[in-house]
């Protein structure tokens, strides 16, 4: 199937090709628990984000690895760009993953669905 989803504003929109996942992920991290995205992960090749470069912004922190790209206009979180971490940590040093934030996707409650907790604050 195809997913789709926009900012607040509607100046980035993206399209999924693939389902939502039985679990959406939310993240204790300090980053996290204050965005209050919960995400479903997709693989690169399967996420299509249509925005502007003007309107397409991004925030890294702590170790710069992961790209949060948000709407410069709007200010909604649209995904996460991030290393594909292990559960414990660790990376191939390749393999990308997006994250997306489950809220943005059109006919969807994200509020509604089952949650798995990765526990960010203690991991990093
Ligand atoms: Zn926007």
């Known amino acids: 199937m195809t997913i789709k989803g926009s900012c607040?504003?509607?100046?980035?929109?993206?399209?999924i090709d693939g389902n939502v996942p039985e679990q959406l992920t939310r993240c204790t991290c300090s980053f996290c628990s204050k965005r209050g995205a919960l995400?479903?992960?997709?693989?690169?090749?399967?996420?299509?984000?249509?925005?502007?470069?003007?309107?397409?912004?991004?925030?890294r922190w702590k170790t710069k690895l992961v790209a949060h790209h948000f709407c410069k206009n709007c200010g909604?979180?649209?995904?996460?760009?991030?290393?594909?971490?292990?559960?414990?940590g660790s990376w191939d040093k390749k393999t990308r993953r997006i994250g997306v934030n489950?809220?943005?996707f059109d006919?969807?409650?994200?509020?509604?669905a089952s949650v798995?907790?990765?526990?960010g604050k203690n991991l990093w």
Do not use: M
């Open 76 to 88: 909604i979180p649209i995904f996460s760009d991030s290393p594909a971490f292990e559960r414990d």
């Open 39 to 59: 995400y479903a992960y997709y693989q690169p090749e399967q996420f299509q984000v249509n925005a502007s470069t003007e309107d397409d912004e991004i925030y």
């Open 116 to 119: 798995s907790v990765i526990d």
């Open 102 to 104: 489950a809220r943005l």
């Open 8 to 15: 607040h504003c509607g100046k980035t929109s993206f399209e």
């Open 107 to 112: 006919d969807f409650d994200a509020a509604s």
